[in-house]
């Protein structure tokens, strides 16, 4: 096993991620953000966070695959996603983990999620875009 991800003892819970992961092979994946569009560059799930969420994790498992990696070989998720602040953050959690959700069986994300970090930021890309995902993962 490549990816060992753990949350040791005393560390702030509960949260839908492991605070650690350890990786241990010789050749690194990073998929650089992904957004949500189909393979023709269509817009999917225009102003639609938890439809957004779903698409980028299966851009992201598609670089995944086109490595030889998978979610099982990840280390770290880096999302990025727009208005995300005080007054949003609460309603918007729900629709984030929500897609995460709808796809994790299908592209064979392991809960608990290896570490992830939700990064606000106000502009992305394009206008339509609400959310970006970079993956980091490991191989032997």
Do not use: C
């Amino acid at each position: 096993m490549t990816v060992q991800l753990l949350t040791p003892e005393g560390m702030f819970q509960p949260v839908p991620y492991h605070h650690v992961s350890i990786g241990t092979g010789s050749r690194q994946v990073h998929v650089a953000g992904q957004i949500a569009r189909d393979g023709d560059n269509g817009p999917v799930a225009t102003g639609d966070l938890t439809g957004q969420i779903e698409q980028v994790l299966r851009n992201a498992a598609r670089g995944l695959a086109g490595a030889g990696a998978t979610f099982a070989d990840v280390v770290r998720l880096r999302f990025f996603l727009t208005d995300w602040g005080p007054d949003t953050s609460e309603k918007k959690l729900g629709d984030f983990m929500r897609g995460i959700e709808n796809v994790a069986d299908e592209l064979g994300i392991p809960r608990p999620l290896p570490p992830v970090s939700a990064i606000g930021v106000s502009y992305l890309f394009e206008p339509d875009v609400l959310v970006e995902v970079e993956a980091y993962a490991v191989l032997d």
